[in-house]
């Protein structure tokens, strides 16, 4: 916990305004300047001279302003109130461009990345865990010597199955396949899916060998609609930190090209229940040292959720940019409320 007085809190909260708007050190002479305080030039270099010695802003050399560490950025983040507001024409897009009406939690989730990237210049990502969805509907015939399952899941992704047959199915064996699925898989998550996969038992070697392949597919295709999804990666390089510095941009390219690195940030995600930002070298890959990651998780029931959240360099306007990404996660949590229900994310 940091024992700043309020005076100091406000010289650090001036500095690193100032910083992100110009990218220059700080000096005394401009806090003074953009301080609603009264307090003299000399007042301000002893504040400054403590936040240097607690390691909240630092010199690049003994005659230059100062700017901000990693230290300083958490308190400041800490310093922005959690029911901080959008800017007034931040609102306006917002509000404007995620008022559609999409099909699925997927295109939910695809049009507000893209609204925050646009805002904000930064990579966005999201992740559905489908993990807690559920099959909701599903039906199935045979077509010549094939089964054709199609079937739909309450995240609102469509899945449809078709299994080859060596011999055509009698209406038994239908039957006994249509209560397979309505009691081992209908209503149920992946994990619950897993834990009974063994359990199902049928003297025809067909049937057991179909529904075998049946977990199989289900199984596959629901981790595979569980892959995070990312926008906006060519508006991070018009940053002006990523086009001075050539190490930013390289760490960039790195970062984009790994997918064991995206993996691990959705991962990351995963296990996030609350609103947070990650500042530079807490990121657990060294490529992400020079970023921030914002995550805002959204979900109101075992069957629904997920997290939205932004990759942008340590230079930004955290009090603009946070409450984007917060109001985004708050919408589709209101959006699932409103309009989807907790059994269905389908639009009707």
């Known amino acids: 916990m940091d024992s700043l007085n309020t005076r100091t809190k406000e010289i650090l909260n001036i500095l690193i305004d100032e910083y992100v708007n110009t990218g220059f050190p700080v000096g005394s002479e401009t806090i003074v300047q953009n301080s609603e305080i009264e307090v003299s030039p000399a007042t301000v270099r002893s504040e400054m001279g403590l936040l240097t010695r607690e390691g909240y802003i630092s010199k690049l050399h003994q005659f230059s302003g100062s700017i901000p560490s990693h230290k ?13 507001p959008p800017e007034i024409n931040d609102f306006v897009t917002l509000k404007g461009k995620l008022n559609v009406l999409p099909k ?3 295109h939910v989730c695809e049009n ?6 646009d805002l904000t210049g930064g990579v966005a990502f999201s992740k559905v865990y489908s993990s807690r969805s559920i099959l909701i509907d599903f039906n199935f015939f045979q077509i010549d010597n094939e089964l054709v399952i199609s079937s739909k899941l309450s995240s609102g992704t469509v899945l449809e199955i078709k299994l080859p047959l060596i011999r055509e199915l009698n209406s038994n064996e239908i039957q006994f396949l249509d209560n397979f699925i309505k ?17 199902v038992f049928s003297t025809d070697s067909l049937l057991q060998q179909i529904c075998l392949e049946i977990f199989e597919i289900f199984l596959v295709r629901i981790r595979r ?11 991070v390089f018009e940053h002006p930190d990523v086009i001075s510095q050539p190490i930013i941009a390289k760490s960039l390219l790195e970062m984009i090209d790994d997918p064991l690195l995206f993996e691990d940030l959705i991962d990351l995600s995963n296990y ?11 990121n657990i890959e060294n490529n992400l040292k020079w970023f921030s990651i914002i995550i805002a998780p959204f979900g109101l029931s075992d069957s629904l ?10 230079r930004i306007p955290y009090k603009r940019i946070l409450p ?18 907790e059994k269905s994310l389908i639009l009707e």
């Open 72 to 84: 300083g950025y958490q308190l400041f983040i800490e310093m922005i109130p959690d029911d901080e």
């Open 104 to 106: 699925t939690f997927e």
């Open 112 to 117: 507000a990345m893209a609204v925050i990237s």
């Open 183 to 199: 009691s081992e898989i209908f209503g149920r998550t992946i994990d619950q899916i897993e834990q009974s996969k063994y359990s």
């Open 225 to 235: 609609s569980e892959e995070g999804k990312f926008k906006g990666a060519n508006r």
């Open 272 to 282: 996030e229940s609350n609103f947070r930002v990650i500042i530079g070298e807490d």
């Open 305 to 314: 959720g997920g997290s939205i959240g932004l990759i942008v360099p340590k």
């Open 324 to 341: 984007i990404v917060k109001y985004a996660s708050i919408w589709i949590d209101g959006l699932i409320k409103r309009n989807m229900g």
